[in-house]
């Protein structure tokens, strides 16, 4: 079908040249080669390479790249033998079965790669016209027997963080002693035992803590970590930990009331009134009074009030009455804030 129209496309182009008394020979459409993936990486993990690449945006002479087909995937070996580049796979650019796709992140992983074994890879991207661009930077891989998992993974949340500490392994996964100190790379989800294909920090970390910051309050998230035996790319991972699911709490409270102020009557009751709070998690107040200066406070409000005021109806003739209000947020906590300024009602 393409064949035909690229010959209708000529003939006609023939025809109007014809039409304005012009002869030459037909213009053949010129087919754009689409751009490689420039920042293609590879990890080996549990005696497999993962390859991961972002989706070009551009033909290589800077048109918008619209056809995009599928990316193919070539690989050399040079340890043990040296070998000339094959193409391994082809990825579909759309739905593809054989990679994980995360937004404009593809993730390929190669099994059947071979312990002892040193791969070089490229990827190419090829347009529905089945034109192959030019190739990606390599990428190097030596394949190793794995270092086992960290043990003891544990997590203590915090205000929008978290805090992991690990036991360091010492063998790899065939029982052989570790010769190297490893660093470790840290995966997070939102959904138990799914990870993406690269590690929150951007390069291994050395120790066997992690702070992570900058999370969301009251989300779940799940954990795992991985040794790295390597110190510079291509990452060569170990196994990966248990699993530790830990939920960031929000530990401040909102600001204490401003400007509480305490009217009494008409009748036997006591309106109080207050400036609203600015807080943008803010559920709502509680009211405080003592009946004597040296007696405690006791809570007036069952639930959090919504409005900045509230009239106390159980006050008595000649009576005399101290009042706090306190702030409480929306967190899981529901932190209160500290008291309010007193302020004095007599009742006559």
């Known amino acids: 079908m393409r064949i035909r129209q690229l010959i209708g496309a000529v003939l006609l182009g023939v025809l109007i040249l014809s039409g304005c008394g012009k002869a030459g020979p037909p213009v053949v459409p010129i087919l754009v080669e689409p751009s490689p993936p420039t920042d293609l990486t590879a990890l080996v993990r549990s005696r497999t390479v993962i390859l991961a690449w972002t989706r070009p945006k551009t033909n290589v002479d800077g048109t918008a790249l619209k056809y995009l087909s599928a990316f193919q995937i070539s690989r050399r070996q040079t340890v043990p033998k040296t070998t000339a580049f094959s193409v391994i796979a082809i990825v579909k650019a759309e739905k593809p079965e054989n990679a994980l796709v995360t937004g404009d992140r ?12 040193r791969y070089t890879y490229t990827v190419e991207a090829v347009s529905r016209r089945g034109v192959v ?5 390599d990428v190097t891989a030596l394949v190793t027997v794995e270092i086992e998992a960290p043990s003891n993974l544990r997590a203590e949340a915090g205000e929008r963080a978290v805090r992991l500490s690990w036991i360091a392994p010492v063998r790899r996964a065939d029982g052989s002693r570790l010769k190297v100190v490893p660093r470790y790379n840290i995966y997070r989800g939102t ?7 690269s590690p929150v920090n951007r390069e291994p970390i050395r120790g066997t803590q992690f702070h992570d ?7 779940t998230y799940y954990y795992r970590v991985a040794a790295v035996e390597s110190q510079e790319p291509p990452w060569q991972e170990g ?9 960031p709490i929000d530990l401040t409270p909102p600001a204490p009331p401003q400007h509480v102020r305490a009217v009494v009557g008409p009748g036997l009751v006591v309106s109080l009134s207050w400036e609203l709070n600015r807080e943008p998690d803010l559920l709502g107040y509680h009211v405080y009074r003592s009946d004597t200066p040296e007696s405690p406070p006791r809570r007036l409000t069952a639930t959090p009030l919504k409005s ?3 009239t106390d109806p159980s006050v008595r003739s000649g009576g005399r009455y101290l009042y706090t209000v306190t702030a409480v947020d929306t967190s899981s906590r529901h932190n209160e804030s500290v008291a309010s300024q007193v302020v004095e009602a007599r009742v006559p």
């Open 133 to 137: 661009g030019p190739s990606s930077p």
């Open 308 to 310: 900045p005021t509230f």
């Open 106 to 117: 593809y993730a390929f992983t190669d099994s059947s790669a071979v312990v002892g074994s």
């Open 213 to 219: 910051a900058n999370l969301v309050n009251d989300q």
């Open 239 to 247: 196994l990966p930990s248990g699993e530790v699911a830990v939920t």
């Open 191 to 197: 959904i138990p035992r799914q990870y993406g294909s």
